[in-house]
């Protein structure tokens, strides 16, 4: 059903003759944060899972009517994996992958259907399954108190970053910069879903504030695709200050030279359950600003520059100051590609393969 290639982990664990079933509902809702997560795990377990997907693109109520009755039919007895935060209720032999709580934490950044479904499942879900997979230790920590369960049925395995992601020759970067008709070889990056919870309205006004001291040639670059209105309220920033350039939906190949030719990358996100753009950034290359709220401090460690994503005036500051120091961000940009080497979707794939090992047996 889906290309995700043939490369296995190698592991030779007795039950792969069985199967796991995996729950690919979600990968034909386009490469997000959480597509990409199951798309590069499944790539590296090709050999051990069976992944399973409506015949066409299910969203919405009947995307969750499938994945409620009929999906479950579908198994003949094999471990389910559902990897994107929402699986079968009925399917106790199941692993599920929770990539944050925002919706049972912060439901006023979604819509009141959406947030009422999941904030109704999740709990359930979470009581109901073998194990959880979650990315980070802040986000266990948020499933074991919201949901009751027992740490110990929560298992912590950090994101990789796809080798793609590194610094890019400057004629690749010029090619990118065209094909999405950035006005400038010069800029500041923020990529991310445009959602509440990202906080581009608080970066755009940080912007705002330094655009009459920044090189005129500076522009604040904003990549990414509106949420889903059906998922997410209202995002819209109203009247943009100068130099501000929105690229939309930015196809998979442009994104790496996209992050390698960036000065900066800005992600002043209010809520992450890992924060994979991040990592992506410091592999390419580009020093980092971030939130110091959830689990970015975790991921990001002393390698970026965090800020009170509440602040805007700190986050306009944070900006000023790495612009200015050309020998600040080469120090981050290093510390950054350094880091950024802990992170293996390999490495991701051998220790889920693990957990679903275990729940098998």
């Known amino acids: 059903?889906?290309?995700?290639?043939?490369?296995?982990?190698?592991?030779?664990?007795?039950?792969?003759?069985?199967?796991?079933?995996?729950?690919?509902?979600?990968?034909?809702?386009?490469?997000?944060?959480?597509?990409?997560?199951?798309?590069?795990?499944?790539r590296y377990l090709s050999d051990r899972i069976d992944p399973v997907a409506p015949r066409r693109p299910l969203q919405g109520v009947i995307g969750h009517a499938w994945e409620q009755t009929v999906l479950p039919a579908m198994l003949d007895g094999r471990l389910l994996w559902s990897?994107?935060?929402?699986?079968?209720?009925?399917v106790e032999k199941q692993v599920l992958t929770v990539h944050d709580v925002a919706v049972l934490e912060h439901p006023e950044w979604f819509t009141r259907r959406y947030a009422a479904w999941y904030?109704?499942?999740?709990?359930?879900?979470?009581?109901?399954?073998?194990?959880?997979?979650?990315?980070?230790?802040?986000?266990?920590?948020?499933?074991?108190?919201?949901?009751?369960?027992?740490?110990?049925?929560?298992?912590?395995?950090?994101c990789g970053v796809d080798p793609r992601f590194r610094p890019y020759p400057e004629e690749e970067i010029q090619r990118a910069l065209y094909a999405l008709q950035i006005p400038s070889r010069h800029y500041v990056l923020s990529l991310c879903t445009l959602e509440p919870r990202k906080n581009l309205r608080r970066l755009v006004e940080a912007w705002r504030r330094l655009s009459s001291v920044l090189p005129k040639d500076?522009?604040?670059?904003?990549?990414?695709?509106?949420?889903?209105d059906v998922v997410f309220r209202d995002s819209g920033f109203g009247s943009m200050p100068a130099r501000v350039h929105l690229t939309g939906f930015v196809p998979d190949a442009a994104l790496p030279p996209l992050f390698s030719?960036?000065?900066?990358?800005?992600?002043?996100?209010?809520?992450?359950g890992f924060g994979l753009p991040v990592i992506e950034a410091m592999k390419s290359g580009v020093p980092v600003i971030t939130g110091n709220l959830t689990a970015l401090p975790e991921v990001v460690g002393d390698n970026g520059v965090m800020v009170d994503p509440r602040d805007t005036d700190a986050i306009a500051g944070a900006l000023l100051r790495l612009i200015d120091d050309?020998?600040?961000?080469?120090?981050?940009?290093?510390?950054?590609?350094?880091?950024?080497?802990?992170?293996?979707?390999?490495?991701?794939?051998?220790?889920?393969?693990?957990?679903?090992?275990?729940?098998?047996?």
């Open 119 to 158: 904030r109704w499942l999740i709990p359930k879900l979470l009581r109901k399954v073998h194990r959880v997979i979650s990315e980070s230790e802040f986000t266990k920590g948020r499933i074991v108190e919201l949901s009751q369960i027992n740490p110990d049925r929560v298992v912590v395995i950090p």
């Open 1 to 42: 059903m889906m290309g995700f290639g043939q490369q296995g982990t190698g592991t030779g664990h007795a039950f792969a003759r069985r199967g796991i079933v995996v729950n690919c509902r979600s990968v034909a809702g386009g490469l997000s944060g959480v597509q990409r997560y199951t798309v590069e795990i499944c």
């Open 218 to 228: 500076l522009w604040l670059v904003l990549a990414g695709s509106k949420g889903r």
């Open 83 to 90: 990897p994107s935060n929402t699986g079968p209720l009925s």
């Open 261 to 272: 030719g960036a000065m900066v990358f800005a992600y002043p996100s209010l809520y992450e």
């Open 326 to 361: 050309a020998e600040r961000r080469a120090e981050l940009a290093a510390l950054g590609l350094k880091h950024s080497r802990r992170f293996s979707w390999q490495r991701a794939a051998e220790l889920t393969l693990e957990v679903l090992a275990e729940a098998a047996a």
